[in-house]
Every structure is written in C-alpha cells, then in structure tokens.
T-cell receptor, first 113, second 113 residues
Framework: AQTVTQSQPEMSVQEAETVTLSCTYD???????LFWYKQPPSRQMILVIR??????QNATENRFSVNFQKAAKSFSLKISDSQLGDTAMYFC??????????FGTGTRLKVLA | KAGVTQTPRYLIKTRGQQVTLSCSPI?????VSWYQQTPGQGLQFLFE???????NKGNFPGRFSGRQFSNSRSEMNVSTLELGDSALYLC????????????FGNGTRLTVT
C-alpha cells in the first residue's frame, strides 16, 4: 500500500531564512504525482506545488521549490526567504491514478519574526 | 470562478444521530472527493465521485456514505455517529481526478457529543 511519511511534526524558522520540509513515500508505481499543500489557521487547504514523477526537473513556484529524488522516494519542500504568512500546516500528498490522494500527517511550520 | 463550497461550516451532533454534509465543486469540475482530517492523523481519504459514480473508497465503515448529483454537487452522510467521528471533513474537487491538483473547500467541523 502507498504511504506518505512526514517525519517532522513541527518546525520553526526565522523570517527571511530558508527551511526544508521532508517527505518520503512508498509506491511500486512508476507514474504518479506529488503535491505539497498548505493549510493556514483559516483551514483552507491551498496547493503549493505539484510534481509529475516522470519529469526529472524539480518543480519551482516563486519561493517554493522541491527536491524530488525518485529513486530514494523523497520529495522535500524548500521555502526560501520565509515570510510570516508561510506559517501553516504543510501536507505532502501522493496520487497514482486510482483517484485517491494519500496525505502525510503534516508538518506544522512556524515562521518567527 | 467560485471556489469549492461546503455547508455547514460547523455542526454539533449527539452520538447515535446522523448527519449530512454538502459540497458544491468548482464549476466544470466533475470529480469530488472527501477527506476526514483529525489531529495527528492527517487527511484520510473517504471516497471519490466522478459523474455520479463512486470510483474509489477509503477504509471507513459503512456508516460513511456519499453520493454525487448530476450537477456534480456531492453529499456525505454519516449514520449512527460516534465520538470518534468528530473531525474536520474536507471536500475537494478536480477537473478529472487524475493528477489534477485538488481544490479544497473550507471544511465542515463536526463535533459529536
């Protein structure tokens, strides 16, 4: 069965610094999709970034980038120039064609002023 | 376009009662999925619907059921409520459900007393 593991329940980072959130997953499939979602205290889940497994190039969205290591089944999220508005729960998610997205347990990130 | 709308936002029910939650997807999105979010467990997949057909179901008891209407709106029903059903229930829609990013509603916070 596919699983997604986020080993860091909580993290903190100083404003303007860089932080990396880790995510590992387990699958026997070759084609799949990976996502990072952000859930601020308002509880609205928002897509941060998406990666297609067949693409070697790491996805980037402004200050957010991923380090996708397919062989290691690792999908970490790097947030550069952290801002107070980045404070939120971050969920890593995996999807492989069965219309079911599997989420990790989340990492609570706090950006400190 | 309007986002995913979930109603109600809050519900308080008593053990043994039943409850129905509603979700209106983004216009044009035909896939609707439901997730249960509890602290420490992340998001657990309940089921996914596409064109009124359930395509996948998570590992939840039969007390949890859902349906989708011809206009893609979806409802989720929980019968014989238990204390452990207290959670945030999130609905998400996508265009096709295959690799497309999920667009989430604000969720319904269900409290069972």
């Amino acid at each position: 069965a596919q699983t997604v593991t986020q080993s860091q329940p909580e993290m903190s980072v100083q404003e303007a610094e860089t932080v990396t959130l880790s995510c590992t997953y387990d699958t026997s499939e070759n084609n799949y999709y990976l996502f990072w979602y952000k859930q601020p205290p308002s509880r609205q889940m928002i897509l941060v970034i998406r990666q297609e497994a067949y693409k070697q190039q790491n996805a980037t969205e402004n200050r957010f980038s991923v380090n996708f290591q397919k062989a290691a089944k690792s999908f970490s999220l790097k947030i550069s120039d952290s801002q107070l508005g980045d404070t939120a729960m971050y969920f890593c998610a995996f999807m492989e064609g069965t219309y079911k997205y599997i989420f990790g347990t989340g990492t609570r990130l706090k950006v400190l002023a | 376009k309007a986002g995913v709308t979930q109603t109600p936002r809050y519900l308080i029910k008593t053990r043994g009662q039943q409850v129905t939650l509603s979700c209106s997807p983004i216009s044009g999105h035909r896939s609707v999925s439901w997730y249960q979010q509890t602290p420490g467990q992340g998001l657990q997949f309940l089921f996914e619907y596409f064109s009124e057909t359930q395509r996948n179901k998570g590992n939840f008891p039969g007390r949890f059921s859902g349906r989708q209407f011809s206009n893609s709106r979806s409802e989720m029903n929980v019968s014989t409520l238990e204390l452990g059903d207290s959670a945030l229930y999130l609905c998400a829609s996508t265009e096709t459900g295959t690799g497309s990013p999920l667009h989430f509603g604000n969720g319904t916070r269900l409290t069972v007393t």
